[in-house]
Protein backbone atom coordinates (compact mmCIF):
# COMPACT_ATOMS: atom_id res chain seq x y z
CA UNK A 1 0.00 0.00 0.00
CA UNK A 2 1.44 3.32 -0.51
CA UNK A 3 2.00 5.66 1.93
CA UNK A 4 0.85 9.27 1.11
CA UNK A 5 -2.57 11.57 1.22
CA UNK A 6 -5.44 10.55 -1.62
CA UNK A 7 -8.36 12.89 -2.50
CA UNK A 8 -11.83 11.52 -3.60
CA UNK A 9 -13.41 13.49 -6.48
CA UNK A 10 -17.21 13.32 -7.07
CA UNK A 11 -17.75 15.41 -10.05
CA UNK A 12 -21.23 16.44 -10.51
CA UNK A 13 -22.88 18.89 -12.81
CA UNK A 14 -23.58 21.97 -9.84
CA UNK A 15 -20.76 20.88 -7.01
CA UNK A 16 -18.06 18.64 -6.58
CA UNK A 17 -17.38 16.31 -3.86
CA UNK A 18 -13.90 16.60 -1.87
CA UNK A 19 -12.93 13.48 0.39
CA UNK A 20 -9.30 12.75 1.86
CA UNK A 21 -7.75 9.82 3.00
CA UNK A 22 -5.08 9.89 5.99
CA UNK A 23 -1.38 9.49 5.77
CA UNK A 24 -1.79 5.13 5.49
CA UNK A 25 -4.72 5.17 3.10
CA UNK A 26 -6.94 3.47 5.05
CA UNK A 27 -10.24 5.43 5.81
CA UNK A 28 -11.81 8.20 3.43
CA UNK A 29 -13.43 11.54 5.50
CA UNK A 30 -14.75 14.17 3.62
CA UNK A 31 -13.64 17.94 2.67
CA UNK A 32 -15.92 20.15 1.09
CA UNK A 33 -18.22 20.65 -1.74
CA UNK A 34 -16.76 23.00 -4.21
CA UNK A 35 -19.44 24.73 -6.28
CA UNK A 36 -18.64 23.95 -9.98
CA UNK A 37 -17.07 26.52 -12.33
CA UNK A 38 -19.54 27.71 -15.40
CA UNK A 39 -17.05 29.02 -16.92
CA UNK A 40 -13.02 29.81 -16.21
CA UNK A 41 -11.41 27.37 -13.39
CA UNK A 42 -12.27 28.35 -10.08
CA UNK A 43 -13.03 24.75 -9.14
CA UNK A 44 -10.02 23.88 -10.35
CA UNK A 45 -8.33 26.39 -8.68
CA UNK A 46 -9.67 25.08 -5.12
CA UNK A 47 -8.67 21.74 -5.74
CA UNK A 48 -5.51 22.10 -6.45
CA UNK A 49 -5.10 23.99 -3.08
CA UNK A 50 -6.73 21.59 -0.93
CA UNK A 51 -3.97 19.27 -2.80
CA UNK A 52 -1.55 21.25 -1.78
CA UNK A 53 -2.79 22.08 1.56
CA UNK A 54 -3.13 18.67 2.29
CA UNK A 55 0.47 17.23 0.74
CA UNK A 56 -1.47 14.66 -1.34
CA UNK A 57 0.25 12.89 -3.61
CA UNK A 58 -3.00 11.68 -5.78
CA UNK A 59 -6.60 12.77 -6.72
CA UNK A 60 -9.08 9.77 -7.47
CA UNK A 61 -11.66 10.99 -9.32
CA UNK A 62 -15.09 8.93 -9.77
CA UNK A 63 -16.09 7.98 -13.61
CA UNK A 64 -19.97 7.38 -13.15
CA UNK A 65 -21.02 4.71 -16.16
CA UNK A 66 -24.67 2.68 -16.09
CA UNK A 67 -25.32 -0.17 -14.47
CA UNK A 68 -24.31 -1.88 -17.48
CA UNK A 69 -21.02 -0.38 -17.32
CA UNK A 70 -21.45 2.11 -20.58
CA UNK A 71 -20.19 5.41 -20.41
CA UNK A 72 -22.89 8.59 -20.06
CA UNK A 73 -23.25 12.24 -20.87
CA UNK A 74 -21.93 12.08 -16.86
CA UNK A 75 -18.69 9.59 -17.95
CA UNK A 76 -17.97 12.34 -20.72
CA UNK A 77 -18.32 15.15 -17.92
CA UNK A 78 -16.17 13.62 -15.22
CA UNK A 79 -13.36 12.05 -17.65
CA UNK A 80 -13.10 15.94 -19.27
CA UNK A 81 -12.87 17.49 -15.98
CA UNK A 82 -10.35 14.87 -14.61
CA UNK A 83 -8.14 15.73 -17.56
CA UNK A 84 -8.34 19.15 -16.69
CA UNK A 85 -7.78 18.69 -13.22
CA UNK A 86 -4.71 16.46 -14.68
CA UNK A 87 -3.26 19.44 -16.25
CA UNK A 88 -3.40 21.61 -13.54
CA UNK A 89 -2.30 19.20 -10.73
CA UNK A 90 1.05 18.11 -13.20
CA UNK A 91 3.38 20.69 -11.98
CA UNK A 92 2.61 19.70 -8.10
CA UNK A 93 3.62 16.10 -9.52
CA UNK A 94 -0.05 15.39 -7.93
CA UNK A 95 -1.43 12.04 -9.94
CA UNK A 96 -5.18 11.72 -11.59
CA UNK A 97 -6.84 8.42 -11.46
CA UNK A 98 -10.38 7.46 -12.99
CA UNK A 99 -12.01 4.78 -11.31
CA UNK A 100 -15.72 3.50 -11.64
CA UNK A 101 -17.96 4.57 -9.04
CA UNK A 102 -21.41 3.48 -10.04
CA UNK A 103 -23.69 3.88 -7.16
CA UNK A 104 -21.83 5.80 -5.03
CA UNK A 105 -24.23 8.47 -4.71
CA UNK A 106 -27.24 6.18 -3.91
CA UNK A 107 -24.70 4.57 -1.60
CA UNK A 108 -23.99 8.13 0.03
CA UNK A 109 -27.58 8.82 0.27
CA UNK A 110 -28.75 5.88 1.75
CA UNK A 111 -26.23 5.91 4.78
CA UNK A 112 -27.57 9.46 5.06
CA UNK A 113 -30.70 8.20 5.60
CA UNK A 114 -29.71 5.61 7.61
CA UNK A 115 -28.03 8.58 9.92
CA UNK A 116 -31.10 10.36 10.44
CA UNK A 117 -30.67 12.73 7.75
CA UNK A 118 -33.30 14.28 5.15
CA UNK A 119 -32.22 14.71 1.47
CA UNK A 120 -33.43 18.18 1.39
CA UNK A 121 -30.89 18.53 4.27
CA UNK A 122 -27.99 17.30 2.83
CA UNK A 123 -27.54 18.06 -0.45
CA UNK A 124 -24.36 19.79 0.40
CA UNK A 125 -22.95 16.73 2.27
CA UNK A 126 -23.87 14.29 -0.49
CA UNK A 127 -21.61 15.25 -2.70
CA UNK A 128 -18.80 14.99 0.19
CA UNK A 129 -19.98 11.69 1.35
CA UNK A 130 -19.86 10.09 -2.23
CA UNK A 131 -16.52 11.70 -2.52
CA UNK A 132 -15.53 9.29 0.57
CA UNK A 133 -17.47 6.51 -0.95
CA UNK A 134 -14.96 6.36 -4.19
CA UNK A 135 -11.89 7.32 -2.42
CA UNK A 136 -12.59 4.57 0.02
CA UNK A 137 -13.71 1.87 -2.55
CA UNK A 138 -10.41 2.80 -4.14
CA UNK A 139 -8.30 2.61 -1.07
CA UNK A 140 -10.04 -1.03 -0.44
CA UNK A 141 -9.36 -1.76 -4.10
CA UNK A 142 -5.27 -0.81 -3.89
CA UNK A 143 -5.21 -2.45 -0.65
CA UNK A 144 -6.68 -6.17 -1.71
CA UNK A 145 -4.88 -5.90 -5.45
CA UNK A 146 -1.80 -4.57 -4.30
CA UNK A 147 -1.99 -2.02 -7.35
CA UNK A 148 -3.18 0.91 -7.83
CA UNK A 149 -6.99 1.16 -8.59
CA UNK A 150 -8.49 2.57 -11.92
CA UNK A 151 -6.52 4.33 -14.57
CA UNK A 152 -4.28 7.17 -14.76
CA UNK A 153 -5.04 10.31 -16.79
CA UNK A 154 -2.53 11.97 -18.71
CA UNK A 155 -1.94 15.49 -19.12
CA UNK A 156 -3.00 13.87 -22.95
CA UNK A 157 -6.09 12.11 -21.93
CA UNK A 158 -7.09 8.90 -19.96
CA UNK A 159 -4.91 5.90 -20.33
CA UNK A 160 -5.45 2.73 -19.68
Known amino acids: MRVGVRLGIDVGKARIGVARSDLHGMLATPVETVPRAA???ADLAR???IAAE???????????LNLRGERTPSTDDAVAFAERLAARLA?????VRLVDERLSTVSAQGQLRQ????????????DQAAAVVILQHALDLERSRGEEPGSAVTTEGTSH
Open 39 to 41: DGD
Open 47 to 49: IAQ
Open 54 to 64: LEAFEAVVGMP
Open 115 to 126: AGKRTKQTRSII
Open 91 to 95: PADVA
